[in-house]
């Protein structure tokens, strides 16, 4: 009885192992968004945790129209390496207009 119950110990402890990396580290899906004179760019299941400078966007031209296909929620910054007090929350599915400027992004 002992020995069963070890290895069942033993068995669920490997499985949680195995399991727990593989189930984090990045938001499913595409992140668009547009640079310059509205030249379509965006991130592909981008990394969750990680502040992400925007290829394309500038200090003269940040980045505009984001849309969120992502399953994470995503805040988006006006300043480079998510810095500063302009942000906005994007919900999973949540496209926002031109109107909207960023520079960097971080997923939940």
Same mark, same amino acid.
Do not use: H
């Given at each position: 009885?002992?020995?069963?119950?070890? %290895?069942?110990?033993? @068995?669920?402890?490997?499985?949680? %192992?195995?399991?727990?990396?593989?189930?984090?580290? =990045?938001?499913?899906?595409?992140?668009?968004?547009?640079?310059?004179?509205?030249?379509?760019?965006?991130?592909?299941?981008?990394?969750?945790?990680?502040?992400?400078?925007?290829?394309?966007?500038? *200090?003269?031209?940040? =980045?505009?129209?984001? *849309?969120?296909?992502?399953?994470?929620?995503?805040?988006?910054?006006?300043?480079?390496?998510?810095?500063?007090? %302009?942000?906005? %929350?994007?919900?999973?599915?949540?496209?926002?207009?031109?109107?909207?400027?960023?520079?960097? @992004?971080?997923?939940?």
């Amino acid at each position: 009885m002992r020995l069963r119950n070890a %290895v069942l110990a033993a @068995v669920s402890a490997a499985a949680l %192992v195995i399991a727990v990396p593989t189930s984090a580290g =990045a938001a499913t899906g595409d992140f668009l968004y547009k640079v310059g004179p509205g030249v379509p760019a965006g991130l592909a299941d981008p990394q969750s945790g990680t502040c992400i400078n925007l290829f394309g966007a500038t *200090e003269q031209d940040p =980045a505009f129209a984001p *849309e969120n296909f992502t399953t994470s929620t995503a805040t988006v910054f006006l300043d480079f390496n998510c810095d500063g007090d %302009v942000y906005y %929350v994007m919900n999973p599915g949540k496209r926002l207009g031109g109107r909207l400027k960023l520079r960097s @992004v971080i997923f939940s």
